[in-house]
């Protein structure tokens, strides 16, 4: 594998079921976001990452968890989701632009996730 | 107003044309400005990274950007069906360099 991947790639829950989104990037990078991207909006930064410790939480709701256990992998812990919750989840990692790298950020192809 | 402005098209082009895709932004506090390009199914790719005003060049792609009017721009020339895609501008200050701020993206078809 290489660069950065994401599974699943597809995913339709319920609002009472519990389930997570995996990422895991093969680009050697302390850093890792996770995105929203829903129909007709921005990209919307959710969580930063920096070598493991939670560095940004851009006011998301509880009922989106992160859990990022080393460098490489990241998790999106997802419980009693509404509809609008309904969007493309992508992660994406970069170097930590304070260690001195570059801050150019490589997306995996994101989770299309759907909730009922 | 949303701190970026990006018409989300969709934009239909022949074969071969010059294609302009634009953003405009608020926050004067933006220094650095980023291109990238997101085929169906597929996450974004960065395509262009420029720093404060000015031209960047790379290959049939050039980014401009204007700070003094809050406009950034991505020209294509000699567009291609492969450059198909959806087109997002991104953008951040000297500070915050994790906390990309996204225009809507711009849905780009070339056509044979």
């Known amino acids: 594998e290489t660069g950065v991947t994401q599974t699943p790639r597809h995913l339709v829950m319920g609002m009472t079921n519990k389930k997570s989104l995996k990422c895991e990037q093969h680009l050697g990078h302390n850093a890792m976001y996770w995105y929203k991207q829903s129909a007709k909006k921005p990209l919307e930064l959710m969580f930063v990452y920096n070598f493991k410790e939670q560095t940004e939480n851009n006011s998301v709701p509880s009922r989106f968890s992160p859990e990022c256990p080393n460098s490489s992998h990241l998790f999106l812990h997802l419980h009693t989701l509404q509809p609008e919750d309904s969007a493309l989840y992508l992660c994406?990692?970069?170097?930590?632009?304070?260690?001195?790298?570059?801050?150019?950020?490589?997306f995996g192809p994101g989770t299309r996730l759907t909730v009922l | 107003q949303k701190e970026v402005e990006q018409d989300p098209g969709p934009l239909s082009v022949p074969e071969g044309a010059i294609v302009s895709l634009n953003c405009t932004y608020s926050n004067s506090a933006f220094q650095y400005f980023m291109w990238y390009r997101q085929y169906s199914r597929k996450g974004p790719e960065l395509l262009m990274y420029t720093y404060s005003s000015g031209n960047k060049e790379d290959g049939r792609f050039t980014a401009q950007v204007d700070k003094s009017s809050k406009y950034i721009s991505l020209f294509i020339r000699d567009s291609q069906p492969s450059d198909s895609a959806t087109y997002l501008c991104?953008?951040?200050?000297?500070?915050?360099?994790?906390?990309?701020?996204f225009g809507q993206g711009t849905r780009l078809t070339i056509n044979p």
């Open positions: 991104a953008m951040r200050g000297i500070q915050g360099a994790q906390k990309l701020v």
């Open positions: 994406a990692s970069s170097q930590d632009p304070g260690q001195g790298g570059t801050d150019t950020q490589y």
